[in-house]
T-cell receptor, first 113, second 116 residues
Framework: DGGITQSPKYLFRKEGQNVTLSCEQN?????MYWYRQDPGQGLRLIYY???????QKGDIAEGYSVSREKKESFPLTVTSAQKNPTAFYLC????????????FGQGTRLTVV | AQKVTQAQTEISVVEKEDVTLDCVYE???????LFWYKQPPSGELVFLIR??????QNEISGRYSWNFQKSTSSFNFTITASQVVDSAVYFC?????????????FGTGTRLTIIP
């Protein structure tokens, strides 16, 4: 089955630790996105990538880093510089054509204690 | 600025009532694409509909309908005869080119609660 997989579903980390969220897709999509969701704030774009080894900052990139070494993988690292990392993180992928919808993973809920 | 605004934060209606979710967008592009997604309690976003800037034809799909008006930069979504299963957060989204890269931006969402 084709799809986009995020892991883990729930993640707990101590304050000050870096943590990496996984996002893998087998849809052969070129574009991939990371969003953060907080209550009442909708989806805010963190990073996005259209091709391997290239990515752009979204609206709230500070405190986050990404890599795109393979077309199917777009991991997100939440660094200790991110002041309020507790949130729900969603990964998405889509073909490059703008007239196509994005496919979303089931999300990772990160809690920093 | 290129952005999507969903002014309605939360809406509650009694089952079987009709409800309209508003979406207003801003973009410099002459070619752009609009989308609606549904987010049930499980968290995963589900695609509902897309519309491009050249196609102002309104669409009906079962109990769902969409009204796209370029003159007012709006892309509203109506559910008729609402059901409890329609309870979810609904997002409107816009894609545009940002320095050659395709950016997908969302509104803040509208939480819809259908009361049995």
């Amino acid at each position: 089955d084709g799809g986009i997989t995020q892991s883990p579903k729930y993640l707990f980390r101590k304050e000050g630790q870096n943590v990496t969220l996984s996002c893998e897709q087998n849809l052969n999509h070129d574009a991939m996105y990371w969003y953060r969701q907080d209550p009442g704030q909708g989806l805010r774009l963190i990073y996005y990538s259209q091709i391997v080894n290239d990515f752009q900052k979204g609206d709230i990139a500070e405190g986050y880093s990404v890599s795109r070494e393979k077309k199917e993988s777009f991991p997100l690292t939440v660094t200790s510089a991110q002041k309020n990392p507790t949130a729900f993180y969603l990964c998405a992928s889509k073909p490059l054509s703008r007239n196509t919808e994005a496919f979303f993973g089931q999300g990772t809920r990160l809690t920093v204690v | 600025a290129q952005k999507v605004t969903q002014a309605q934060t939360e809406i509650s209606v009694v089952e079987k009532e009709d409800v309209t979710l508003d979406c207003v967008y801003e973009t410099r592009d002459t070619t752009y694409y609009l989308f609606w997604y549904k987010q049930p309690p499980s968290g995963e976003l589900v695609f509902l509909i897309r519309r491009n800037s050249f196609d102002e034809q309104n669409e009906i799909s079962g109990r769902y309908s969409w009204n796209f008006q370029k003159s007012t930069s709006s892309f509203n979504f109506t559910i008729t005869a609402s059901q409890v299963v329609d309870s979810a957060v609904y997002f409107c989204a816009l894609t545009f080119l940002n320095f050659g890269n395709e950016k997908l931006t969302f509104g803040t969402g509208t939480r819809l609660t259908i009361i049995p």
